[in-house]
């Protein structure tokens, strides 16, 4: 999907995201990683119990072009469960829109569909988008007006001291010396949902950003106050539909033996 502004290269038919052209980069995801490893929707899923917990990224099956105008284009990757699927019972058609606006102005957005009609009892609890970008540019994250700062990379990430938790680690050798010491673990980039209408990060050599925007918080679960994931080192943009952080088991979404349900986001 080119407007001649941003380019923006999907996989076919899984629907993920591969690429994103702006001005003079290339690629602002990180071009090192598998491509379907670079902007992506998962989700995990368990037993009502608890257990047998299990996660894998949501693939499109059937690719389909909707709308294709001068000014709007929108294009659908849709996957239909099957019994033998070693996956959730979902169906899911996911939407990539580009629409032009004020005749000036090109937006590109994204409609998330849900439509789960469930054939055995089962816990589903989380659902996210992942993009990372600006690999190898020192990179600024933001999460609000008041909590903005310049991050270390996910290599110096991997340098450091593993601490009590698979996710914090005490960074030992960074090559910016600002950063030794410090304890780095995605849960301090946490935020609550009512605060949430807008994350990403900005690359501090060529001035870009690459956002999350959130303009209605109504699919989440939990209410104003339920805190989730933003960012992390990476960098890493996450976008978190429902999720059990902060909570626990009984904000997972729980379905009954052929109870049907629709989420659209």
């Known amino acids: 999907m080119n407007n001649g502004i941003v380019k923006v290269i999907l996989s076919r038919p899984y629907g993920n995201v591969q690429g994103i052209t702006y001005q003079e980069v290339e690629n602002l995801l990180d071009s090192s990683l598998d491509r379907d490893d670079r902007g992506y929707w998962d989700c995990s899923w368990e037993d009502v119990n608890g257990k047998n ?4 990224k949501i693939l499109g099956g059937e690719f389909q ?24 019972a979902l169906n899911v058609d996911k939407r990539w829109f580009a629409l ?88 301090q980039y946490s935020s609550e949902t009512k605060d949430d209408s807008l994350h990403g990060w900005i690359s501090l050599i060529k001035g870009i ?20 994931l933003t960012c992390h080192v990476g960098p890493t943009c996450l976008s978190m539909f429902m999720s059990k952080h902060y909570s626990g088991v009984p904000l997972n979404v729980t379905f009954e033996n052929g109870e049907p349900w629709f989420h659209l986001s």
């Open 53 to 56: 917990g299990k996660q894998t």
């Open 65 to 88: 072009v909707l709308t294709q105008k001068n000014n709007q284009v929108e294009v659908s990757f849709k996957t239909t469960w099957k019994r033998s699927d070693p996956l959730p």
């Open 100 to 187: 032009l606006v004020r005749n000036a102005d090109w937006r590109i957005r994204v409609l998330r569909i849900r439509h789960i009609r469930t054939i055995q009892r089962m816990a589903w609890h989380v659902s996210l988008g992942n993009q990372d970008c600006f690999q190898g540019f020192p990179s600024y994250l933001a999460i609000s007006d008041s909590r903005q700062r310049l991050m270390p990379t996910s290599a110096v990430q991997a340098r450091g001291q593993s601490l009590a938790y698979p996710e914090a680690v005490m960074l030992e050798n960074p090559s910016n010396s600002k950063f030794k010491g410090e304890v780095d673990d995605k849960y």
């Open 209 to 228: 950003g690459i956002w999350i925007i959130t303009p209605s918080h109504e699919f989440r679960t939990a209410g104003p106050l339920k805190q989730d």
